[in-house]
Nanobody, 121 residues
Framework: QVQLQESGPGLVKPSQTLSLTCTVS??????????WSWIRQPPGKGLEWMGA???????YYSPSLKSRTSISRDMSKNQFTLRLSSVTPEDTGVYYC?????????????WGQGTQVTVYA
């Protein structure tokens, strides 16, 4: 069973860069045909796909967040990381990492439990 665990600061100040890491166990982030996504849910709103890194390292970003988002991976630690720059209070929400055999519109087979991020002055 693949398990994902998000980690990172729960509080971030406006204009700073948010950095979250997803640690994967029970499977490899280089496993063929798997894509590793970041998804968030602002309070009172639906899920928003932010971006993904594929098994071969190819990157995919939501057009609306592309200018502020960067995803990378550390194969030695079986982790992938999200960086979101110039955060505002609108970036507050629960952030999830998840995996499936596609990106934005693919069903996700495994999810992390989510981590709350609050942007405050």
């Amino acid at each position: 069973q693949v398990q994902l665990q998000e980690s990172g600061p729960g509080l971030v100040k406006p204009s700073q860069t948010l950095s979250l890491t997803c640690t994967v166990s029970g499977g490899s982030i280089t496993a063929n045909y798997y894509y590793w996504s970041w998804i968030r849910q602002p309070p009172g709103k639906g899920l928003e796909w932010m971006g993904a890194i594929g098994f071969g390292g190819k990157l995919y970003y939501s057009p609306s967040l592309k200018s502020r988002t960067s995803i990378s991976r550390d194969m030695s630690k079986n982790q992938f990381t999200l960086r979101l720059s110039s955060v505002t209070p609108e970036d507050t929400g629960v952030y999830y990492c998840a995996t499936g055999t596609g990106t934005e519109w693919s069903p996700y087979f495994f999810w992390g439990q989510g981590t709350q991020v609050t942007v405050y002055a």
